[in-house]
């Protein structure tokens, strides 16, 4: 399994974009990388999964450079509600348990 | 997409009871459910993983006898806490697979708190 490394917490004030960026330098070569949130006292939610370069949702968009051994989730203009826990997944297989690391909490504030 | 709820959404019990958590796929037969377990400030563990008709499978460290896992449907599987005890206070989460990699539906979560 690709290890993932994120930043533990991240800070924002509303309207800023926000960049969480993931590290996965043992990647391989069929891995996705597959981002969560988790609001409080819920259940985590699929927001985004990307193989190369970019992609973009109507929620995030994710940048992954050539070398795949990082990736970069991006959250346009954040709110309040934007706050959140986020995982960064690697893997390439379906119907397997998820393996979540600690995630970066990310908090919004006026 | 599919849809998982679980029920209830938080229960209280005393020390030495049961609590029992559904967790069901409203519009999705769910071969597989994960059940995982998250304490505060800390990410999600995996504690077992039920298929329909068949024993679930559990992780190490997490007993079998004291986490009863029965998975009789495609829309239904219950984790039973079997004689609680306060370690046991823990925010518990079923999943189902899509089919996508890495892509799960995940339910809304059962806060248990034993007293």
């Known amino acids: 399994l690709a290890k993932t490394t994120q930043p533990i917490s991240m800070d924002s004030y509303e309207g800023q974009e926000v960049n969480i960026t993931c590290s996965h330098n043992?990647?391989?070569?069929?891995?996705?990388i597959t981002w969560y949130q988790q609001f409080p006292s819920q259940g985590p939610r699929f927001i985004i999964q990307?193989?190369?370069t970019k992609v973009t949702n109507e929620v995030a968009s994710l940048f992954i450079p050539a070398d795949r051994k990082s990736s970069t989730l991006s959250l346009p203009r954040v709110s309040l509600s934007d706050t959140a826990v986020y995982y960064c997944l690697v893997g390439s297989h379906s119907g397997y348990a998820l393996n979540f690391g600690k995630g970066t909490s990310l908090l919004v504030t006026p | 997409g599919a849809v998982v709820s679980q029920h209830p959404s938080w229960v209280i019990c005393k020390s030495g009871t049961s609590v029992k958590i559904e967790c069901r796929s409203l519009?999705?037969?769910?071969?597989?459910m994960f059940w995982y377990r998250q304490f505060p400030k800390q990410s999600l563990m995996l504690m077992a993983t039920?298929?329909?008709?068949?024993?679930?499978?559990?992780e190490q460290g997490v007993e079998k006898d004291k986490f009863l896992i029965n998975h009789a449907s495609l829309t239904l599987s219950t984790l039973t806490v079997t004689s609680a005890h306060p370690e046991d206070s823990s925010f518990y989460i079923c999943?189902?697979?899509?089919?996508?990699?890495?892509?799960?539906?995940f339910g809304p979560g059962t806060r248990l708190t034993v007293t």
């Open positions: 519009d999705f037969q769910a071969t597989t």
């Open positions: 039920s298929n329909e008709g068949s024993k679930a499978t559990y």
């Open positions: 999943s189902t697979p899509t089919g996508g990699v890495d892509e799960q539906y």
């Open positions: 990307g193989y190369k």
């Open positions: 043992n990647i391989a070569t069929n891995d996705y």
